[in-house]
């Protein structure tokens, strides 16, 4: 494989916005790891270096764990802190949130345990009284101006320093880890901006969650570690591996769930993902959790269990999108205003979504437990029997029924905003007030119509048989899997979050079933959806099923001029600086003859065009009339001629070929599962045409009825 | 792509002992998915019958769930049944086992439910003493007796009904999974024998488990099904992709793990995993583990999760191997013998671990649990500080340390016999048991030296700070991992057994180090061990890292004689015969001239055979002088001459090729990704040899310094 004995530094590098080879990587690594193989043998230093280099990818997952529990941990404290600071201040020590301000109170009793004196709100600060419609007011007016100044300072951040931190990050991660290069979007800077903006803008208490954004820092500190080691930053294919493993990471302390997180990577973000891929992820996510769990930002494993929020991912094209900072000024404005007055929708949504998933124990004092109690219960407090709804359930009920639509609505316009923001809590969210409200409705049709039929044969009066905190559980995950068409991940993810190991039936069939609705009105998951509107050239996993040949997509069609090739011995490096002008081609066909049109290789845009001018600068007798050999010996040729310039180094002997007969789901299957940039097509021998990624990516697209022209990218 | 027209049934079907080619699988499934999607649109009866083929997918998976579930459920109640008839009888109901008929006593409290009247040992019903040397030694008698009874009706079932139902069949199905037939393995008679020889072999008291031969029995209702959908019957691609299901479904009813089912099949059984097979398998899991818990076969959840065994797939070749009969009572005999004596070795293994994990509440009645109580203490019974061990705690460490000396060398010997068995529950069973002897170590050190450097930070005394339930779940993971290899899987399997999510993190830890550990003795797990001993043309996920070109491995290598091939347009009827009666390969390239030798299909063996008897027999003119055209057209041949014999249809337009250049890592991972049987190499558009899978095996044999001639199939 001598064309990969790169002479200068940047042969055999990508550009942005182009698909890399995996073959060629996996081939570029497999000949570094031979040499240092062969050298480990000379000396005890190689012999260590080449140790060290074995364990290089154990020691990045190390790190990555480690950076990725760390920064969760400090986003966990830092929104902690900054939520409730629109509401007040903690006097005795500024930089505590209000459950630490009154934790170091200790005239506090369990249920007074969110009221200390330690605590001011703004208004009594200010004032100093503490209860009044004007005090309320003066709450309300602040709390919205801190949702305001938080929103504008993250949007601002984002669209100065890094436009990249902005949205959930996870269908670029995915389009990313299929082998397109998107050069900064997981650089150091958008790492710094990513982290600091999210903290404002879920303290903001915008509609969106930090599991998305968590991810896409998890994959920022990969990227990070990738460039101390050689062997990743110069692979980008063994760097995608990492980044597979730094997915799994980021879901693992976005959720406290490290199998979740080897899942979620595995089933909905990655592309490739071998066994070693599976182990390193496993591994990392382990980390990753343990370093969490060492910080324990609530003081409360439990809670860092339900810390859970959101993902987005789609980008809806308003007016106001024209106007970000504005956009999300006015969101935040909305969002605030409307949220306060509810309190289901004032509270933090992982808050909301914990009380929905609870059942209502004796101890309860919330209002969703208002229940009216028979007298004469003896029963021991863990089971408790269906009893008749007060009036605090009825008023909790309507107001979830417009908190359900407030969030349905406020999350489809949230989604779009230019600043970090995550999909996966609102949908939770919205899933689990939906699946409460028809849990106390089935509850209250059990209760007082025990003899139908549907209750009848296991709803005995006085029984305990319907649990509305199980109805809210299910439909956060069937709301969820609906979303992002995840099933095992997500069943996975929401046990290792409840806990409940027993509720695994009812959840995986919420998942499939949720799966098989969504399906019903399009194939694609928001990811997925979110690729296509931004036309990467991600090649997704559906089956492709037309009876085309890659006849009819190879390049040149007929009526167009034949392809741009170079012949072996006859070309002159003036012939290839005109092909290379005249044309924009990543690559060229190496044939023996124009009458023969057999192939012999492929030569990369990049790799010609450094080769030539290095040449030009450095090798005397090269120039425009210098013959270009492909050939293993260049002929002896008179001095007075000019010198040829030798290029089988850079001309990849094994071009991937197909015939014209094949049909294109082979054709698609190869590009999927060998990671092909572009692929030569020949009959008997000779070359007719070539095939690159976008090609057959136009071509899926023509023949699902959409416009080919959406795939923007190469 | 006319060459999947078949003409006859049999062509395009394959022969026992060799490999498919998946793409061609998956082209002529495609073909027939457009054909019904086409159909579909002429009428409402072919709508319907399209409708049906799209969801009969769904519908095996329904079908697989439902008979995996119903036979795992017999299999756990007749083993029940069987397993204590070795001991006594119940004498008011003969199908009753010892807890069953003891629950139908009123009479018994809870510490005495095992002690009933109507149950009776058989001493106790043949001499109708309860006590004594006698009674003892006649019991251990017909135990032994009845161990030798139900394992040699289980040998000799096997030996003659079905020799393919003995072993776990795990190391079997991942081959076959990767795309080799094996007919029969699969087959009604396997499932039927494999089923009552399953319970016979259990109840036997052998150190051997149930859960790898479910997972076989459950590949076998699989393939039972397929056989109903000519979509799955006759594809074996597709057939391939519900077998992947129903492997995830056995191991959801062996160990009542549904999401570690689908786990297990993706990390350790299967070869191609698509999303569409992780949903369905998730499934078919689903109502697997779902038709198992409706049956509940011991009228208890929570021992169904624990009711773990085995799975073995080692054949070791002793002298005894020879005759196998023999060498199953000889160890069943051994087995018998001395496990009696032993408290830990005589009851079933499954509950041995059961008590193992087991914490020491106060309830707690096992001998394991004589710890010195301090008289002072007051505190609940859940957070019961370490103690001093009581005699009783020292004399069950000698026992248990004598039956981990006993389970090791012991399950050795029962791997290799001729009956279904599995390794997962004796693993289990030697790192629980070594797991719990290492945790009363430590628990006594850190009670008698709690000021030593290790445990002064976090052991108090007085304080509950060694657990040796956790060391011995810990160890029985550990164990199990090391064998198989399994990490994520694993995990899943363990906390989906234990209920205990809190214990992911050691459970981890040990999963990863154990298989560092292994990892270090050898790369393969017991399934690749056993795959590569039996010499099944399995090509594995390891990386291939030499430097080896495609021509170093085609055929015909230097000094052999050319390639067998066919022209287009110059070969008559007798010289192909010749060529199939000269030589033994399964398919020939098709090239435009002996001269040119440019490439235009290849066209298998059997195919050729077939269409030559066929027309031979059929169509007027062809002879032996005949001239097969492998072209488009026929030129006319004038009438005096023999009529050609066209055979474009069986010639396969698109064969896979690769330039001689091409390294062997690349080929080798076209090899496994695209699942090719074979590979033709080019040169410039000439054919130059062929690569076949079994080449590739050789290859990779011969660079690892291993017998090339072990691999024993095509």
Known sequence: ??????????????????????????????????????????????????????????????????????????????????????????????????????????ETTFADRDKCPQWQKWAELMTGYTEGAGVYLLNYFLY??????????????????????????????????????????????TLLIKTVTLVLAVSSGLSLGK??????????????????????????????????AAAAAGVSVAFGAPIGGVLFSLEEVSYYFPLKTLWRSFFAALVAAFTLRSINPFGNNRLVLFYVEYHTPWYMTT??????????????????????????????????ISELFNDCG????????????????TRPVDDIPDRPAGPGVYSALWQLTLALVF??????????????????????????????????????????????????NWCRPGADCVTPGLYAMVGAAACLGGVTRMTVSLVVIMFELTGGLEYIVPLMAAAVTSKWVADAFGKEGIYEAHIQLNGYPY???DEFTHRTLATDVMRPRRNEPPLAVLTQDSTTVEDVETLIKDTDYNGFPVVVSRESERLIGFVQRRDLILNIKNARQKQDGVVSNSVVYFTEDAPQIPASNPQPLKLRRILNLSPFTVTDHTPMETVVDIFRKLGLRQCLVTRSGRLLGIITKKDVLRHMAHMMNQDPESIMFN
């Open 1 to 106: 494989m001598d064309f990969l004995d790169e002479p200068f530094p940047d042969v055999g590098t990508y550009e942005d916005f182009h698909t890399i080879d995996w073959l060629r990587e996996k081939s570029r690594d497999t000949d570094r790891h031979r040499k240092i193989t062969c050298k480990s043998k000379e000396s005890i230093w190689e012999f260590i270096k080449s140790l060290l280099d074995a364990w290089s990818g154990w020691l990045v997952m190390l790190l990555i764990g480690l950076l990725s529990g760390t920064l969760a941990g400090v986003i966990d404290l830092a929104v902690d802190w900054m939520t409730d600071l629109k509401e007040g201040v903690c006097l005795s020590a500024l930089w505590y949130s209000h459950e630490q301000c009154c934790w170091t109170s200790n």
């Open 144 to 189: 919205v101006l801190w949702a305001l100044f938080f929103s504008f300072l993250a949007v601002s951040l984002v669209r100065v320093f890094a436009p990249y931190a902005c949205g959930s990050g996870i269908p670029e991660i995915k389009t990313i880890l299929s082998g397109f290069i998107i050069r900064g979007y997981l650089g150091k800077w």
């Open 211 to 244: 599991e998305g954004p968590l991810v896409h820092v998890a994959c920022c500190c990969g990227n990070l570690f990738c460039s101390l080691f050689s062997k990743y930053s110069k692979n980008e294919g063994k760097r995608r591996e990492v980044l597979s």
């Open 319 to 352: 007016r106001l999108g024209k106007y970000p900072v504005l956009e999300v000024i006015v969101v935040t404005g909305i969002t605030a205003v409307l949220a306060f007055p509810n309190p289901y929708t004032r509270r933090s949504t992982s808050e909301l």
């Open 362 to 377: 004796a101890l309860e004092s919330s209002q969703l437990c208002d229940y009216i109690n028979n007298p004469n219960m």
């Open 407 to 456: 969030k349905i609505v406020i999350t489809i316009f949230t989604f779009g905003m230019k600043i970090p923001s995550g999909l996966f809590i609102p949908s939770m969210a919205v899933g689990a007030i939906a699946g409460r409200i028809v849990g106390i409705a089935v509850e209250q049709m059990a209760y007082h119509h025990h003899d139908w039929i549907i209750f009848k």
């Open 539 to 541: 090649l997704d996993q």
